[in-house]
């Protein structure tokens, strides 16, 4: 389903997420705990959205479960690939063609782990009552509170500095400190970039509308399996290659600003802060073969 599509999954697609652009996961032994716990944790989550029913329990934990168990043994290699390549190329100057060909290898790989989750999710959405759609409604709202608070209430000298923050943080848990130069390098791609915070909050909550309706019209009409699956495919792939428009057009500037900015400040760090890098790429390499290994 539209919500199980993209909410079970979440967590799996945030660990992998979190390797492949090397964000803050302090020690390796935290990936390996996140990852094994993955589907308890993942039910938690999304039992806080549309509270399971008796019924529905043992089957969204089997499902998370066997999603984990795919995954550790047909994608985590894939990931390991990435992560190779990666680690091929910290010691040298990269182009942001280089940077954006990774992201689009993130962005394969998360779309492949949705699309496992798909038969099950549709299952799901199908047996939603009203009842859990009215509980998924408040926790959207109660979200998108949350967002208006940390993104809109702020002006945009906050954004920038929250925005900046994060960015050195992860950037600094894979190079190591960063040097005030380098430091006002990240600031400086803060403060000039396109990313907009009230288009993406529209957005949000357009999509969160678009996955209501869907979710009700599935509890009115009862469609088949496939009718749905199919629906909820479509939902997703909008999400993930949005319709021509301002928000294809803001991700697509997001992204092509993100290859620009991360080349740039790799070819600024040191050959020190690379063999950082290599490092801390190869240390997510060990913890994933150990990952594979415990099937």
């Not at 403060?191 to 529209?202: I, K, T, W």
């Not at 080349?263 to 994933?288: F, G, I, K, P």
Request: glycine share 4%.
């Amino acid at each position: 389903m539209l919500l199980s599509t993209r909410m079970r999954c979440a967590k799996l697609a945030r660990i992998i997420g979190v390797l492949l652009v090397a964000a803050a996961l302090g020690a390796c032994s935290t990936i390996k705990l996140a990852y094994n716990n993955l589907p308890e944790l993942s039910y938690w989550w999304l039992d806080a959205y549309v509270d399971f029913d008796g019924s529905q329990t043992p089957k969204v934990r089997d499902e998370l479960a066997q999603l984990l168990s795919w995954h550790r043994q047909n994608e985590l290699p894939r990931v390991l690939g990435v992560l190779q390549e990666a680690q091929a190329l910290a010691p040298r100057d990269v182009t942001a063609a280089q940077a954006c060909r990774m992201a689009d290898q993130i962005r394969e790989r998360l779309l492949a782990v949705t699309e496992r989750a798909e038969p099950a999710g549709t299952e799901l959405a199908l047996s939603l009552t009203e009842a859990q759609l009215q509980q998924l409604e408040r926790k959207y709202a109660k979200n998108n509170a949350e967002y208006r608070k940390e993104w809109l209430d702020r002006s945009r000298a906050e954004v920038q500095e929250k925005r900046y923050e994060k960015f050195l943080d992860r950037l600094e848990d894979f190079y190591g400190r960063l040097t005030p130069e380098q430091r006002e390098l990240v600031r400086q791609q803060v403060a000039q970039s396109v990313f907009d915070p009230r288009l993406a909050g529209s957005e949000r909550r357009q999509r969160q509308q678009e996955a209501l309706a869907l979710l009700r019209g599935f509890n009115a009409t009862k469609p088949p399996p496939a009718e749905a699956r199919a629906a909820i495919h479509a939902y997703v792939m909008r999400i993930a290659d949005p319709p021509p428009g301002p928000w294809r057009d803001h991700q697509q500037a997001l992204l092509q600003e993100g290859c620009r900015n991360l080349a740039a400040l790799h070819n600024a760090t040191s050959a020190s802060q690379r063999e950082q890098a290599v490092r801390r790429l190869q240390a997510y390499q060990d913890d994933l073969r150990q990952l594979v290994a415990a099937r």
